[in-house]
């Protein structure tokens, strides 16, 4: 078949989407010289019409025709609203095994193909039927067959993220310099953040922000008025101009604080509100914000930040896993329930059925009412992963029950189901635009309106204050409780027991380890303290697993004794016991624990393979040397090794780079500050690929700048650590 054949029988058609839906595939089939899906696959299982099964809302599959590893292609009739059969094509995304391209045809007029990878930002390709016989447009058709990677978008999720926090840096900074309140300057942008969003994802009207700021250029002046009049309108609902706004509440909106921006800093707010905010990640949003609004953040923006995949390390086993097996038990149960309603007849029939549905329905309230405490949240990053985690559990038990032939229902979850401790203001606001924003973006992703009246639900159950310590009522300082969960994550702060006093003060650190004096020893990493709490709610709160990111010294000496306790009483269910991981802005390595109440069908798994126990020293020997004793011979002949006062490590690329530079304008190398890093453990191991800036104790200021890379990542990366320490470091020499 020719683009003109093509074009003449199918271009305005009336034919309907049921009959012609079908045939309108094969000729393209034919048009491109592709093979149809009962040539390719006769056994339909990889490609074929009317993926899945049955629909309780009628009609047949999930999609009129799906190719695995391709695409999945919903059809309507001519002129019909092609948003909403992409919006049903996205419900069943994940029942077709998310495929990178959703295309969507009203068979007579338009075919859009829209991506769907989940890093890469969104980009759709439109093509009129008029314009098949444009050899470009056909050809993206023909990648949508055989090559979708060829329409994968070059630009990923992270580098928008990035380029946005860019823009908002150089504003927080220019802000805070004129003289305003860094509280208040994190207040403000965050509401220019999610105006940006909402106008992208159309919870505003018309790119109404937008306007709004190209308005305002004109006129600087104006800018205050026109945003003040915005914020009023979101707080409760209203109006600005002839355009409706939606109730947004949630307490972003609760005043209306503006300041004047100057025609410069509007064209900062212009350029990132042309971008396409859709695809920003919400998993690094707050981080990378944080370093930007926060001004003892600053010298942080260049560095890297956690990303999901490493969160899914703790998130995994810690949620994922245990609820995803119980679904596949629940559906099983299903499953033999349906089959049995299939059989039977009349009251029978009914019975099995409503029995299908107590199952279903007793897991979605499980899942309904399980909550996820981070009780040192930073900007979010873990809550939102866990949120998204578990909205997708549900949407994939609502998906599989309705293809087993029972109702669908609406998603449930929320971001009620998250919970946060953190004592930074800065973070905690940024902690609840990222939940929010994530939660928006599933829904609309997963082909769902998001909630209304109001758009933001309040999220209170993020508060900033301190996870260790709080006053009781007659202001004694006592141990901080936690609200209960379910579940606990997070990357509680990084302090080795050297540093804590220095870094948090003599006062506070006398009084945490007062308070928990008895539980935890002396000499413990600060993250510990964490660990026993989380280990303290599994045993008081019914917690059901606990996964947090931990030093790596949390394995040895006085650190490693509340493990022995978990050891002891309940289960490590994973670890990795050396990962690279960056913090405050430096590459340090650290182990990631699960632990819960044991249960005979948990495979514990270590460095990612499965392994009968794990012992407190995190090894799976079945000579746990966590029991060894002290041999009396070795006495007053060993040496406790170098104590890193600060985030002198090196990301081994970095460090390699440097390496083979040119020497520097003295004729020095960088080697002669840049030095490998072992411990005891590297002695009986393969040696580690892990560096270390040092200066020495005889360089100054001035010949230690010579060596150009090193002293400029110190600058930067840690300088600001070391001017936070106070009076009280046990460490102040100028360099490490």
């Avoid at 009023?232 to 109730?247: E, Y």
């Avoid at 900062?268 to 396409?276: G, L, T």
């Avoid at 380890?513 to 303290?529: E, F, H, N, Q």
């Avoid at 016991?577 to 005979?600: M, N, Q, Y």
Wanted: with cysteine.
């Amino acid at each position: 078949m020719t683009p003109h054949d093509f074009i003449k029988k199918w271009s305005g058609t009336k034919l309907k989407e049921r009959a012609a839906a079908h045939e309108h595939f094969l000729d393209l089939c034919r048009l491109l010289e592709e093979q149809s899906p009962a040539e390719a696959d006769p056994s339909g299982l990889d490609y074929g019409f009317e993926k899945g099964a049955t629909k309780t809302t009628g009609g047949k599959g999930f999609a009129d025709v799906f190719k695995r590893g391709c695409f999945g292609w919903e059809y309507k009739g001519t002129h019909a609203n092609l948003d909403t059969a992409f919006a049903q094509l996205q419900r069943y995304a994940v029942a077709l095994d998310n495929p990178p391209l959703l295309i969507v045809s009203d068979i007579g007029t338009t075919i859009r193909i829209h991506t769907n990878w989940t890093n890469s930002v969104s980009k759709i390709y439109e093509i009129p039927i008029a314009d098949i016989a444009d050899a470009d447009k056909r050809g993206w058709l023909k990648s949508a067959f055989t090559d979708p990677e060829a329409l994968r978008p070059k630009k990923t999720r992270q580098e928008l993220t990035e380029e946005i926090a860019g823009e908002f840096a150089a504003l927080a900074k220019s802000l805070r310099e004129r003289g305003h309140l860094p509280e208040e300057v994190a207040h403000f942008i965050n509401r220019l953040v999610f105006c940006m969003f909402a106008e992208d994802v159309n919870l505003l009207p018309s790119k109404l922000f937008t306007r709004m700021i190209e308005r305002a250029l004109d006129e600087p002046a104006e800018f205050e008025s026109f945003a003040r009049d915005l914020f009023l309108a979101m707080k409760d609902g209203g109006r600005v101009g002839f355009d409706k706004i939606a109730w947004f509440n949630g307490g972003l909106f609760n005043d209306d604080l503006v300041f004047p921006l100057t025609k410069d800093e509007l064209k900062i707010v212009h350029r990132a509100a042309i971008q396409y905010w859709c695809d920003i990640d919400p998993s690094i949003l707050g981080t990378l914000f944080e370093r930007g609004l926060d001004p003892d953040k600053r010298s942080q923006l260049g560095a890297h930040y956690t990303d999901r995949d490493k969160i899914m390390m703790i998130i995994g086993p810690t949620i994922v896993e245990p609820l995803a097996a119980e679904w596949s038990e629940a559906k099983g149960r299903i499953e033999g329930l349906m089959a049995k309603a299939e059989a039977a007849k009349g009251g029978a029939r009914t019975k099995a059925k409503n029995q299908a549905q107590t199952v279903l329905d007793e897991y979605l309230k499980r899942l309904a009412d399980y909550r996820v405490l981070d009780p040192a949240c930073g900007s979010g990053n873990f809550l939102y992963v866990a949120l998204r985690e578990l909205k997708n559990l549900e949407h994939r038990a609502q998906v599989e029950s309705e293809a087993l032939g029972l109702p669908r229902g609406f998603p449930q979850i929320g971001p009620e189901v998250v919970r946060g401790i953190e004592i930074n203001p800065y973070a905690a606001e940024l902690a609840r635009v990222s939940v929010w924003i994530g939660e928006i973006q599933w829904m609309l992703k997963n082909g769902f309106n998001a909630s209304s009246n109001p758009v933001l639900k309040p999220l209170e159950t993020i508060e900033c204050r301190d996870a260790l310590l709080s006053e009781d009522g007659d202001g004694n300082i006592v141990e901080a409780q936690w609200p209960k969960a379910d579940a606990i994550i997070g990357n509680p702060p990084f302090l080795g027991d050297k540093v804590i006093v220095g870094e948090l003060g003599e006062k506070y650190t006398g009084c945490v380890r007062s308070i928990y004096s008895g539980k935890i020893p002396g000499g413990a990493d600060l993250v510990v303290y964490w660990i026993w709490k989380g280990f303290h709610s599994i045993q008081k709160y019914s917690t059901e697993r606990v996964g947090f990111v931990a030093t790596n010294s949390v394995r040895n000496g006085a650190s490693r004794k509340v493990l022995d306790q978990v050891v002891d009483e309940i289960r490590l269910i994973a670890a990795w016991s050396d990962e690279p991981w960056t913090v405050e802005g430096a590459s340090v390595r650290v182990s990631l624990i699960v632990f819960g109440k044991a249960d005979h069908k948990n495979i514990a798994t270590l460095n990612g393979k499965p392994v009968k126990k794990i012992n407190s020293d995190l090894t799976s020997s079945k000579f746990d040397l966590t029991k060894r004793e002290k041999l009396e011979q070795n006495k007053r002949i060993s040496y406790v090794g170098v104590i890193y006062n600060g985030p002198f490590f090196v990301a081994p690329e970095l460090a390699r780079d440097w390496l083979l530079q040119p020497r520097n304008v003295d004729g020095s190398q960088n080697s002669e500050v840049l030095r490998p890093s072992m411990n005891g453990d590297d002695f009986n191991g393969n040696r580690p690929d892990r560096w270390v800036i040092d200066f020495g104790p005889k360089r100054d200021e001035q010949s230690a700048a010579l060596f150009q890379e090193p002293f400029s990542y110190s600058e930067r990366n840690i300088k600001s650590y070391r001017q936070r320490l106070d009076d009280n470091s046990n460490f102040r020499r100028p360099h490490g």
